[in-house]
């Protein structure tokens, strides 16, 4: 089971960036996909669970797809802030109900990504 995540880079305030994440190995069941983040002297916070839950600091501005036929999702993200600036993980939950009653937090994934550095700045 792998994810690998790309898309991430430098962008200006305001810009817009468009993350990746190619699922491989993870099987025919249900597998509940999200995003998170990770600033330097941070926890890893929940950007995503699905197209569920966001952020509070990233909803409007961050939106989640997923295309089942490419095993991948995405992260597209809007007016981008200097706060938003962080690794950015995708991560697959095999055992998932089928639908996030709840926000979803780190513990309900068990498989992650490497991570892919998205920078906002001037």
């Known amino acids: 089971v792998q994810l690998v995540e790309s898309g991430g880079g430098l962008v200006q305030p305001g810009g817009s960036l468009r993350l990746s994440c190619i699922t491989s190995?993870?099987?025919?069941?249900?597998?509940?996909m999200g995003w998170f983040r990770q600033a330097p002297g941070k926890k890893r916070e929940m950007v995503s669970c699905?197209?569920?839950f966001y952020g509070d600091s990233v909803r409007g501005r961050f939106t989640f797809s997923r295309d089942n036929n490419k095993n991948t999702m995405y992260l597209e993200m809007t007016r981008l802030k200097p706060e938003d600036t962080a690794t950015y993980y995708c991560?697959?939950?095999?055992?998932?109900?089928?639908?996030?009653?709840?926000?979803?937090?780190?513990?309900?994934?068990?498989?992650w990504g490497q991570g892919t550095q998205v920078t906002v700045s001037s």
């Open positions: 991560a697959a939950d095999t055992n998932w109900s089928g639908t996030w009653w709840i926000a979803c937090t780190e513990f309900d994934f068990d498989v």
């Open positions: 190995g993870l099987g025919y069941g249900t597998v509940g």
């Open positions: 699905g197209s569920t």
